[in-house]
């Protein structure tokens, strides 16, 4: 089979977005095109996934150009899971801006955009080069900018200009680096550059280099001293929109931190993941505090991000196969599961008109399935087994344990009875106690709606379920996944090894 | 030849950096283009400035200039110009709503002061 199907996750969203802005904006059309072309790209997304681990690594060479002079597109396991992973949460939060989107943004272009979103994310996941993963950065912020401020309400004006400096401000530090290391290195191929980095060994420039990409892909991902532009700008938008960027959009940089610290800058200088030890530990306490501060049932769930992130980037400085099989495990779960709470606060605020906690009381009487479906949520985020955030965290805190970090292991631990604690409080606030919150009367939300409403829920809640029971096969892949990371050889002897492609 | 483009650089970063700090919207959309500038300074020197014949395959003179750098800024360029013109359009439609450019009273949540 051929390598040529890896283009397919960008090129679809594409060509769908550009029909979806050139055809009459009606809704329903834009609605079903855009269901067919991400389920069609969630099914591709899949037999890539079938492909690689088939077939091992595979590389496109877009346009034929021989590998460390064109632009590569790589497929690795990592890579194709978090793509097909983007389609299925992309879908879920489809299916749930059909049924809530105001008519008027769906009208100026909500749908060509999501789209273009996608295509961003997928093109940062799958691209091997390090210039081309700015442009897939770029690409999926400028749709991101226009999706958060999109109806123009004076909070989604305010916040989405501070949005939009500080990612321009990390993408500009990004080009720096870039520039530092072609400088340095001559080369933008990601498989290139790791073994020319490996060749001029403890270059300086290299290392301040890679201590400015973090910080790129720190303001990306929101870690600890870089996360304050996020707990305000993710509540403006729209319900669906939060919960997609809530869900996704902070894993494209860990993601990009996982790919250059694994491929470029994977030896152990006794310094780096010392820091990053430290930045998962704090970024678990900052983002947990901020939780305990809020009374709103979407700025907890904000908060929480950041103390997610801290368990992947612990994954990463540990550093170890089982270690980054948990962040990539994690990772996986945390987009599946933070969209299903973001579309959960997304019901209740449908049904309440509100999302601060203390305005609202007593769904479960009126709600049941509602509440049963949140409360599953909940306890995955926590990491209660058998659900998928237990095996999450529950190999991290192994992988620690193994490697004598117990400082980390035991912050994780606490974080973890934390945000049990927060799942806690949101249940017990909204769901529990008698009905205070102004009931559906005025909120015209039917019983059917509501059912439909659920569904795309239910569907992220299944798949959460799912990952959990099937851990014997999802934590084998993910294990066979970070051992591919931790051989650099491997995906360097995929791109430059066999020249040029079939 | 070098030295003065970073100098360049370093004086465009500089300002970018102290126009970012203001609390004025147009003065950030400014220091922000400027930082851009910079770094498109930057690119262009991480190719080496020097004379050179056209890398094209064949006869050329030893001396090759490097034409990465040039693609990469443009690419660079045309980035940085859509995402201007959208900071523009969204500054110019914060002033619409807020009737301020003044950051410091662009900030807070309805129920928190």
């Known amino acids: 089979m051929s390598p040529n199907g890896l283009a397919l996750p960008v090129v679809l969203p594409m060509l769908t977005g550009i029909a979806l802005i050139l055809l009459p904006r009606r809704a329903e059309w834009q609605r079903r095109i855009s269901a067919v072309s991400t389920a069609v790209g969630f099914l591709i997304a899949v037999a890539l996934i079938r492909q690689v681990r088939a077939e091992g690594i595979q590389v496109l060479y877009v346009g034929d150009f021989p590998a460390p002079f064109g632009i590569v597109f790589v497929g690795d396991l990592l890579s194709t899971l978090l793509v097909a992973l983007n389609m299925l949460v992309a879908a879920a939060v489809l299916w749930y801006a059909f049924l809530t989107m105001d008519p008027e943004r769906e009208r100026f272009f909500f749908y060509p955009l999501f789209q273009f979103l996608l295509m961003g994310i997928n093109g940062a996941f799958l691209t091997g080069d390090i210039f081309n993963l700015f442009v897939w950065f770029e690409v999926l912020l400028i749709a991101s900018y226009i999706l958060l401020t999109l109806g123009g309400e004076p909070y989604q004006l305010q916040e989405g200009f501070k949005y939009v400096m500080i990612n321009m401000l990390a993408s500009t530090l990004f080009l720096v680096s870039v520039s530092v290391l072609y400088g340095t290195l001559g080369t933008l191929n990601m498989a290139d550059m790791a073994v020319k980095i490996a060749e001029v060994k403890d270059s300086p420039v290299v290392a301040i280099a890679s201590v400015l990409l973090l910080i790129v892909f720190g303001i990306k991902a929101a870690i600890f001293p870089l996360y304050f532009w996020l707990p305000r700008s993710y509540v403006a938008p729209p319900g669906a929109v939060t919960a997609f960027f809530g869900g996704v959009m902070t894993k494209v940089g860990v993601y990009a931190m996982v790919r250059v610290y694994t491929l470029l800058f994977g030896v152990d200088d006794g310094f780096t993941y010392t820091l990053l030890v430290w930045i998962a530990g704090l970024s678990m306490v900052v983002g947990i505090l901020g939780t305990l501060a809020q009374m709103d049932f979407k700025r907890i769930l904000t908060w929480h991000i950041i103390s997610q992130i801290g368990y992947m980037v612990m994954g990463l400085a540990i550093f170890t196969p089982l270690a980054l099989a948990g962040a990539i495990y994690y990772v996986a779960h945390i987009m599946v599961v933070k969209t299903a709470l973001f579309l959960a606060s997304g019901v209740t605020e449908k049904l309440t008109g509100t999302t601060n906690l203390k305005k609202m009381s007593g769904l479960l009487t009126t709600h049941p399935a509602l509440g049963a479906l949140f409360f599953v949520g909940g306890l995955s985020l926590a990491g209660v087994p058998p659900l998928s955030g237990f095996f999450g965290k529950f190999t991290l805190i192994q992988a620690g344990l193994a490697e004598g970090r117990y400082g980390i292991v035991a912050t994780a631990v606490g974080v973890s009875l934390f945000t049990l604690f927060s799942m806690i409080k949101i249940f017990r606030t909204s769901f529990w106690g008698e009905v205070r919150h102004k009931a559906a009367a005025d909120r015209a939300v039917d019983l059917r709606t509501y059912g439909a409403l659920l569904g795309p829920l239910a569907l992220l809640v299944a798949v959460s379920v799912g990952m959990g029971l099937g851990a014997q096969f999802t934590v084998g892949y993910v294990l066979e996944s970070a051992h591919q990371l931790l051989q650099p050889s491997l995906y360097i002897q995929a791109v430059l090894g066999s020249g040029l492609g079939s | ?113």
């Not at chain 2, 950096?17 to 203001?22: C, D, V």
């Not at chain 2, 147009?26 to 220091?31: E, I, N, W």
């Not at chain 2, 283009?33 to 094209?56: D, E, F, M, Q, Y």
């Open chain 2, 1 to 113: 030849m070098e030295l003065a483009a970073i100098i360049a650089i370093g004086v465009l970063f500089g300002s970018g950096i102290y126009l970012l700090l203001k609390p004025r919207l147009l003065r950030v959309v400014f220091g922000s283009a400027l930082i851009s500038h910079a770094v498109n300074l930057l690119l262009l020197t991480s190719g080496r400035l020097k004379r050179g014949g056209a890398p094209l395959v064949g006869d050329v003179p030893a001396p090759v200039t490097d034409p990465l750098p040039q693609a990469l800024i443009l690419t660079a360029i045309v980035i940085g110009l859509g995402t201007t013109a959208l900071i523009l359009v969204l500054a110019y439609r914060i002033y619409q709503e807020k009737g301020t450019d003044d950051l410091r009273q662009l900030r807070g949540l309805e129920d928190e002061s």
